[in-house]
């Protein structure tokens, strides 16, 4: 396996991990949070729900910039080379 697509691959399998403990640490927040009472709760979800929406973008664009890279070293070519080049054959 090429050694990027091997880092990038761990990378992601890393992130999954980290999410999977966290979502169990904010799963037993949350039952402490609901116990304590319902409207502390609610906003606790609230809050949850939107670092798990950062988190995502967060993931996404680190993603998207290994990829990127990645293919940048792999010399593929993008959208803009191929209508670049499919310009080039109409001429």
Known sequence: MDPKMEHIFYAFVGGMLNLRDRLEEQKSEMKEAYERNEESAR??????????????????????EMLKEVIDELGLATKEDIAELKKDLVK
């Not at 606790?44 to 973008?57: I, W």
Request: charged share 40%; aromatic share 4%; proline share 0%.
């Open 43 to 64: 906003t606790f979800v609230d809050d949850l729900a939107k670092r798990g929406q950062e988190e995502k973008a967060e993931l996404r664009a680190s993603l998207t």
